[in-house]
């Protein structure tokens, strides 16, 4: 989807973040989390799965283009937690 890095990029960090939360032994052991990652990682999650139920309902590809392309809700996602002055990347 333009205007949002590729839902690939981001594989490696939502992992790192599911075995942060899953596997660390001890809590008071935890390190600094990064919230921002955090979020976007979420929100990444969440519009790649509403994508995917478009798909799985039929959709074809330009037409869920179009949809995410046009939806006020991504855009305001997008410029709230993606464009920045320095912008993050996995």
């Known amino acids: ?3 949002f890095p590729s839902p690939r990029a ?3 960090r939502v992992v790192d973040y599911r075995n ?3 596997h660390h032994p001890v809590v008071n052991d935890a390190q600094d989390v990064d919230k921002m990652g955090m979020v976007q990682c979420n929100y990444m999650l969440r519009i790649l799965l509403e994508l995917c139920f478009l798909k799985s309902m039929g959709m074809d590809a330009a037409t869920i283009e179009a ?3 046009d939806c006020e809700r991504y855009r305001q996602i997008r410029r709230r937690f993606f464009d ?3 912008p993050r990347t996995p």
């Open 84 to 86: 920045s002055p320095a």
């Open 10 to 12: 981001w594989i490696k």
């Open 67 to 69: 949809l995410a392309r």
């Open 20 to 22: 942060g939360f899953t």
């Open 1 to 3: 989807m333009r205007g």
